[in-house]
T-cell receptor
Framework: AQSVAQPEDQVNVAEGNPLTVKCTYSVSGNPYLFWYVQYPNRGLQFLLK??????LVKGSYGFEAEFNKSQTSFHLKKPSALVSDSALYFCAVRGAKRRNTGKLIFGQGTTLQVKP | KAGVTQTPRYLIKTRGQQVTLSCSPI?????VSWYQQTPGQGLQFLFEYFSETQRNKGNFPGRFSGRQFSNSRSEMNVSTLELGDSALYLCASSPTWNTEAFFGQGTRLTVV
């Protein structure tokens, strides 16, 4: 069965420091991986995706993620955190098989707190 | 380009009632999916529609249903509401199966 794990409920980082939000996945076949961010009382905003190609993916707002097939991980990173990055982050996977079209499996979410 | 629009934004219903939520996808997007978000269960997939056909369904009781119209707009209906149905319901659209999904702001349903 497909699954996504975000091992940390919360990540705290000081403004200006690098940040990492961890994600591991389990899926049959090649995974389609996504990161989304959610601000309070809002929907999810797309940050970046890995479909194929380079293992380092660059996305919106200076975020990037590294796909590691051997470790089945897709960690979200940013070189220098901003207070405005404080939000709830979700990792999601979509199976590559067409029958899984449209269905995203989400991790439980990680709250990122960036302190000034 | 307008984003995904969900109406209403907030809704309060009484146990036993039914409710209909609406979603207008991004123009040109044919795939519409629905998710339920609760503090305890997180984000859970409800169902997906593509060209008016349900392609996938999550593990929810039959009280949860949906449909998609020829203009790709979608509705979901929950009958015989229970307190546990209180949640943020999110709609997402995407142009094809292998691209990212774009989410609406959600409908906050409170069942009292």
């Amino acid at each position: 069965a497909q699954s996504v794990a975000q091992p940390e409920d919360q990540v705290n980082v000081a403004e200006g420091n690098p940040l990492t939000v961890k994600c591991t996945y389990s899926v049959s076949g090649n995974p389609y991986l996504f990161w989304y961010v959610q601000y309070p009382n809002r929907g999810l905003q797309f940050l970046l995706k890995y479909i194929t190609g380079d293992n380092l993916v660059k996305g919106s707002y200076g975020f990037e993620a590294e796909f590691n097939k051997s470790q089945t991980s897709f960690h979200l990173k940013k070189p220098s955190a901003l207070v405005s990055d404080s939000a709830l982050y979700f990792c999601a996977v979509r199976g590559a098989k067409r029958r899984n079209t449209g269905k995203l499996i989400f991790g439980q979410g990680t709250t990122l707190q960036v302190k000034p | 380009k307008a984003g995904v629009t969900q109406t209403p934004r907030y809704l309060i219903k009484t146990r036993g009632q039914q409710v209909t939520l609406s979603c207008s996808p991004i123009s040109g997007h044919r795939s519409v999916s629905w998710y339920q978000q609760t503090p305890g269960q997180g984000l859970q997939f409800l169902f997906e529609y593509f060209s008016e056909t349900q392609r996938n369904k999550g593990n929810f009781p039959g009280r949860f249903s949906g449909r998609q119209f020829s203009n790709s707009r979608s509705e979901m209906n929950v009958s015989t509401l229970e307190l546990g149905d209180s949640a943020l319901y999110l709609c997402a659209s995407s142009p094809t199966w292998n691209t990212e999904a774009f989410f609406g702001q959600g409908t906050r349903l409170t069942v009292v």
